[in-house]
């Protein structure tokens, strides 16, 4: 008997230990399933599966945003369904297998801003019409959709509501305000409202939707008052992008994505991306190196990050082993295609900006000279001669202009050229013609012989 007793007072105890509280049962919101392809994991990552969903199931949502454990750019809801705890990936709302909504505070309102609204069954525009609310007509917000979307050049959500004479459905929140006192529907919010300076980075994850004043971005071109704006150029999914303004529209930022050092009019844009389909980032160099920078040098990221004034993506960071031979033991690095670092003794520098340079040996000494010179030398002849002299790059012929430049400046250029064509093609026909050159007290010096390597 006693024996039973105890095992009667674990069987109590454990059943309270699992049981849910009060306090956890008290929802926030429910999910609209749209088909039957939605699953309930029993934790927030794809393991084991709990439940599998039908259309006609109603699951209360007790949190947001709860991070994935093994992955933290997928989200959850925490659910609750059947005296049972559970997680949702949100990813099921973007692929429009289910709608999450909202409750609202209580007596939320909300006029009508069409001519007349469609109250529908389901949040979808295949919902079957309950009724129809006239423009200017109050009703009351019941739940508020989270995922946004795009109907008729508009950029929102689906709300449930009330109408005066008792009616529940779902509607369309493009076609609703908020604002009560609202006479004019159609006003241009991005001008009327304020927005005010940001620094910080956005990194878009979701397929972009932009504003140009209060209507979505859908042709190819735009007019802008600088002439026009190319969406194709707009940033992407996947992109970041420093921003310098945000503004609040109702509750929702908007971040102003914008880019006006164009080489001409036409490669600018300007367009309003919404909060909901971005990541704003204070620190990208900390958020980008977390992410990107496994397969990176952090002592040689940090000399970068520093240069670039504390504002590195590593995400599209590019650095190029640069073949530029001397006899120190230093290596090059070609930083974003631009920018040229070496390394002394496993530290990092910043040497200069890199502008397409040739690295060779032209007078056989073991060290190479840098040449930047044009392709072309008749018509564009503009470029440098550099030699490396304790770690710096000293100038030692530079090409002077095409209105300044004389006889024998063409005639090195030429012999320049002959020269890198020859070691590059090693063509025993140019090597008997070819004029080489050597280098003394820093200055280019013409030599008929090929000088004696060192």
């Given at each position: ?5 105890l095992?009667f ?27 039957e ?5 029993e934790?927030?990552?794809?393991s084991n599966?709990l439940?599998?969903f ?8 007790l949190e947001?945003k709860?991070?994935?454990t093994?992955?933290?750019?997928f989200?959850y ?29 209580p ?14 069954e389901?949040?979808?525009?295949k ?14 917000i ?22 005066k ?14 604002n ?6 159609e ?6 409202y ?26 190819p071109?735009?007019e802008?008052?600088?002439g ?5 150029i ?17 509750n ?13 009019c ?7 991306i919404?909060?909901k389909?971005?990541?704003f ?11 990107y920078?496994?397969?990176f ?10 240069f ?15 073949n530029?031979?001397v ?17 002394k003794?496993e530290?990092?520098?910043f040497l ?11 007078d ?7 040449l ?7 018509c ?8 490396w ?11 002077p ?7 024998k ?9 002959t ?13 008997t ?12 010096v ?6 004696k390597?060192?």
């Amino acid at each position: 008997m006693k024996y039973f007793l105890l095992l009667f007072l674990i069987f109590i105890l454990n059943c309270k230990k699992n049981s849910i509280s009060e306090s956890e049962k008290i929802p926030i919101g429910e999910i609209f399933f749209y088909n039957e392809e939605v699953q309930m994991f029993e934790k927030p990552e794809t393991s084991n599966v709990l439940k599998k969903f039908h259309k006609t199931d109603s699951v209360k949502i007790l949190e947001t945003k709860i991070i994935d454990t093994k992955n933290p750019d997928f989200f959850y809801y925490k659910v609750y369904f059947e005296n049972q705890f559970g997680y949702i990936p949100t990813s099921f709302e973007i692929k429009k297998n289910m709608f999450a909504f909202l409750y609202a505070a209580p007596n939320t309102k909300a006029k009508i801003k069409a001519s007349s609204l469609r109250i529908r069954e389901s949040p979808d525009l295949k919902g079957k019409v309950i009724t129809s609310v006239p423009k200017g007509e109050i009703v009351e917000i019941l739940w508020e959709e989270l995922l946004h979307e795009r109907i008729d050049l508009k950029y929102d959500t689906w709300m449930k509501i009330k109408t005066k004479d008792g009616k529940i459905g779902f509607s369309y929140t493009g076609f609703l305000s908020k604002n009560l006192e609202e006479e004019n529907s159609e006003k241009n919010y991005f001008e009327h409202y304020s927005n005010y300076e940001i620094k910080g980075f956005i990194e878009i994850v979701d397929e972009p939707i932009y504003f140009s004043e209060n209507e979505i971005l859908v042709s190819p071109e735009d007019e802008s008052p600088c002439g026009k704006i190319n969406l194709k150029i707009f940033p992407k999914k996947g992109d970041i992008h420093k921003i310098k303004a945000v503004t609040r529209i109702e509750n929702e930022k908007f971040y102003l994505v914008e880019n006006e050092n164009g080489e001409t009019c036409y490669d600018g844009y300007k367009g309003w991306i919404s909060e909901k389909q971005v990541t704003f980032l204070e620190d990208i160099f900390k958020y980008t190196y977390e992410k990107y920078g496994s397969n990176f040098d952090k002592k040689f990221l940090d000399v970068i990050n520093s240069f670039f004034k504390n504002e590195l993506n590593v995400k599209t960071l590019k650095i190029e082993n640069f073949n530029f031979k001397v006899k120190e033991n230093y290596s090059f690095y070609i930083v974003n295609h631009n920018y040229l670092f070496y390394k002394k003794n496993e530290n990092y520098y910043f040497l200069k900006e890199y502008n397409g340079w040739t690295a060779i040996d032209i007078d056989q000494d073991g060290n190479d000279e840098l040449l930047n010179l044009s392709s072309v030398p008749r018509c564009a002849p503009i470029g440098t001669i550099n030699i490396w002299n304790r770690r710096e790059l000293k100038k030692i012929y530079e090409l002077p202009s095409w209105s300044e430049l004389e006889i024998k400046d063409k005639i090195i250029i030429e012999k320049i050229y002959t020269y890198i064509l020859n070691e590059q093609t090693k063509n025993s026909e140019l090597e008997t013609n070819t004029n080489y050159f050597e280098i003394k007290n820093f200055e280019l010096v013409p030599t008929k012989r090929r000088p004696k390597k060192n």
